[in-house]
Structure formats: C-alpha cells, structure tokens
C-alpha cells in the first residue's frame, strides 16, 4: 500500500542542484509530506516536511505543487556526504509511524 | 546535546541464544520507537512505547520479541531464540511527543545471528 512513489535512482554533480522527485497522487488533505534520507550504515535523518506550502530549512527546500499530487525536494548545492538513499513519507497528523518505502538512491559524483 | 545512543552498534549472537539492544533517547524524549532493516530492504515500524508503557506494537513479530522502556534507564528492545530471520539492523528514534514531531533516529544495531 505504497503511499508514494519514487525513482529508484539518480545521479547528480557535485556543487550543483539536486531535484528529487515524489509522487502522492493519493494523498489526504490531512496529510503531510516528509523526507528522511539514510546515509550508508547510518539511521534516517530528518530533512524536512510541509502540508502544502513550500518550505526551506538549512539543509533542503520542499516544493508541494498546488494539487498537493507531487512534491520535489531539492539540495541546492549537492557535496559528495548527501550521497544516501532518499525517502519521501506520506504521513497523517497523530500518525507515529514512518512507512519507509525503497526511496531514491542518490549519487553525488565529483 | 547527545542523540539516540543505541548499544550495542553490532551484536553477534548464535541461533538460541537471546539478544538484547538498547536505546537511550535523546534528553527530554520520552516517546521511543523501534524499527527493524532487513536486508536489502526499507525500515519497518517495530513498536512504540513511552516511559513504561507500550503504545502500539502492532509491528512486532509475535513470538519471542519484546520491548521496554522503564522509568529509568534505556528502552530495551529483547529478542529470545534468535534465528538466521533476525540478522537486520534495528533502529531506534525518540521524539519529544507523538504526532507529527520528528524522530531523530539512533546509529542502530546491527544483528548477526550465525
């Protein structure tokens, strides 16, 4: 019951932007998009979130589109330590768990 | 400030024998979650608990798991007759309350079960 669907990989250059793509055609109007990434052998960690407004913090910018069907995370200038697998999660208000589904691979290449 | 400590980082049991990995979240966190990795494959939702009490876990094999997560001290999540199916990494994350707070996520323990 994958809630979101992501291309299982992508490459990007070093220093230049990474534009990660996510599919929820399905969501809720109660539901909030979130983004984890996992670098190798390390736990998840938190990037950022929003319902539908876009949002940036220090580490990534979100972009819901007006329909709220799809979101784009993007790394505005990619190093090679943001090479990780990239997860997008669909996740109601009260909602504790994370469905983590296979995400994006992202290489970052010198 | 500290993050999620999770020890030990890699646990090497014989099938039998118990296995015990434990998670000490971060200061002021009192909401703990567990997940699991296999192989190859994303992490899947354990079990979550509060200071001693267990709030769902709904995610947890039925037989021979178990979880904590006493008043003082780490949450412990305990595995008894551990079999080649157990080997993943396990993940521990705390919040600072339920809901839509992030879960900041622990280093994880890696299992082998020969």
């Known amino acids: 019951d994958a809630k979101t669907t992501q291309p299982p990989s992508m490459d990007c250059a070093e220093g230049r932007a990474a534009n990660l793509p996510c599919n929820h055609s399905t969501i809720s109007g109660n539901e909030y998009v979130y983004w984890y990434r996992q670098i190798h052998s390390q736990g998840p960690q938190y990037i950022i979130h929003g319902l539908k407004n876009n949002e940036t913090n220090e580490m990534a910018s979100l972009i819901i589109t007006e329909d709220r069907k799809s979101s784009t995370l993007i790394l505005p200038h990619a190093t090679l330590r943001d090479t990780a697998v990239y997860y997008c999660i669909v996740r109601v208000q009260g909602d504790y768990k994370l469905s983590f589904g296979a995400g994006t691979t992202v290489t970052v290449r010198a | 400030n500290a993050g999620v400590m999770q020890n030990p980082r890699h646990l090497v049991r014989r099938r039998g024998q118990e296995a015990r990995l434990r998670c000490s979240p971060m200061k002021g966190h009192s909401h703990v979650y567990w997940y699991r990795q296999l192989p190859e494959e994303g992490l899947k939702f354990m079990v979550y608990?509060?200071?001693?009490?267990?709030?769902?876990e709904s995610g947890m094999p039925k037989e021979r798991f178990s979880a904590e997560f006493p008043k003082e001290g780490p949450s412990i999540l305990r595995i008894q007759q551990v079999v080649r199916g157990d080997s993943a990494a396990y993940f521990c994350?705390?919040?600072?309350?339920?809901?839509?707070?992030?879960?900041?996520f622990g280093p994880g323990t890696r299992l082998t079960v020969l």
């Open positions: 608990l509060q200071k001693e009490n267990i709030i769902d």
């Open positions: 994350a705390s919040s600072a309350s339920s809901g839509l707070r992030e879960q900041f």
